[in-house]
């Protein structure tokens, strides 16, 4: 068997707020809690677990998500609709923009918890 990931751990405030925010954007299901879970699973079996700590135990992540051109649309059009400030970079030096790195498209936006979401539509280097 080769090794695959097959899930993390997303530490947020609200564990059921912050799994219904990315589901939402990325049009994923919100799966039943596990224990102090809630889970969030991408199509290829990547389960990303949220579980709530106290703010300060937080530390921001990154997440990056590998879309279709469709999800990306579907995906752009609820962060701009929310007012989810968005960025064609991970440092937020170019706000308001998506990028085109790789002939694709991309954006990052931050998450309930600061966490750093990105969402493209090409791999990087592909």
């Given at each position: 068997?080769?090794?695959?990931?097959?899930?993390?751990?997303?530490?947020?405030?609200?564990?059921?707020?912050?799994?219904?925010?990315?589901?939402?954007?990325?049009?994923?299901?919100?799966?039943?809690?596990?224990?102090?879970?809630?889970?969030?699973?991408?199509?290829?079996?990547?389960?990303?677990?949220?579980?709530?700590?106290?703010?300060?135990a937080i530390a921001a992540q990154h997440y990056?998500?590998?879309?279709?051109?469709?999800?990306?649309?579907?995906?752009?059009?609820?962060?701009?609709?929310?007012?989810?400030?968005?960025?064609?970079?991970?440092?937020?030096?170019?706000?308001?923009?998506?990028?085109?790195?790789?002939?694709?498209?991309?954006?990052?936006?931050?998450?309930?918890?600061?966490?750093?979401?990105?969402?493209?539509?090409?791999?990087?280097?592909?």
């Open positions: 068997m080769s090794v695959q990931l097959n899930h993390t751990i997303v530490f947020c405030r609200d564990n059921r707020k912050s799994a219904a925010f990315l589901a939402n954007i990325l049009g994923l299901e919100v799966g039943p809690a596990w224990g102090p879970f809630v889970p969030v699973s991408t199509a290829n079996g990547v389960t990303l677990d949220f579980a709530a700590l106290p703010e300060g990056a998500f590998l879309v279709s051109e469709a999800e990306f649309d579907s995906a752009f059009e609820k962060i701009r609709s929310a007012g989810i400030p968005y960025f064609a970079d991970p440092h937020g030096k170019r706000p308001g923009e998506i990028n085109h790195n790789d002939g694709g498209r991309g954006v990052y936006f931050p998450d309930p918890d600061g966490h750093g979401m990105e969402i493209i539509t090409r791999p990087y280097g592909g």
